[in-house]
């Protein structure tokens, strides 16, 4: 039995709850009293997004560790792929400034230093990571152009 007959239905009826959340969020009214807008539904689509995301990660790490177990050898391509991205985050988190910003209005407890540096991390690392890939797409085609013009 080919794994896609149980992969595809699944992300199809993912596909769909993630339309119907996102139309609930665009159309679903805004909460009443807040200061800014904010979508009644916003909180929904938050959780679902970090129930997949948790879900994804923890099935991409219990695969990951059974295929080390199972073939070491032919999963060193992917260990070492883990330890660049572990150094690209390393790399981007002592880049991160902790400094509070000064934000007009704001009483909220998220503009300390901790959070800061998370949120600078997790931006630096995005920006590295989209620059890797768009060199990555763009060496892949002057690649392939060399090789399909040497043939």
């Given at each position: 039995m080919k794994i896609s007959k149980i992969?595809?239905?699944?992300?199809w009826l993912l596909f769909a709850v993630s339309i119907f959340l996102v139309l609930l969020t665009l159309m679903g009214g805004d909460v009443?009293?807040?200061n800014l807008q904010t979508p009644v539904y916003l909180d929904t689509m938050l959780f679902y997004t970090y129930g997949?995301?948790?879900?994804?990660t923890t099935l991409v790490l219990i695969l990951e560790i059974i295929n080390i177990?199972?073939?070491?050898?032919?999963?060193?391509?992917?260990?070492?792929?883990?330890?660049?991205i572990l150094v690209v985050v390393a790399i981007a988190y002592l880049s991160a400034d902790g400094t509070p910003l000064n934000i007009p209005g704001y009483e909220?407890?998220?503009?300390?230093?901790?959070?800061?540096?998370?949120?600078?991390?997790?931006?630096f690392t995005f920006y590295a990571?989209?620059?890797?890939?768009?060199?990555?797409?763009?060496?892949f085609e002057i690649r392939s152009?060399?090789?399909?013009?040497?043939?």
């Open positions: 992969t595809t239905p699944i992300l009443e009293g807040a997949i995301l948790f879900i994804c177990v199972s073939s070491p050898a032919s999963s060193i391509k992917s260990v070492v792929s883990f330890l660049l909220g407890s998220d503009n300390v230093p901790s959070m800061l540096k998370v949120t600078d991390t997790g931006v990571l989209g620059i890797v890939t768009v060199l990555a797409v763009i060496g152009a060399i090789i399909k013009n040497n043939k």
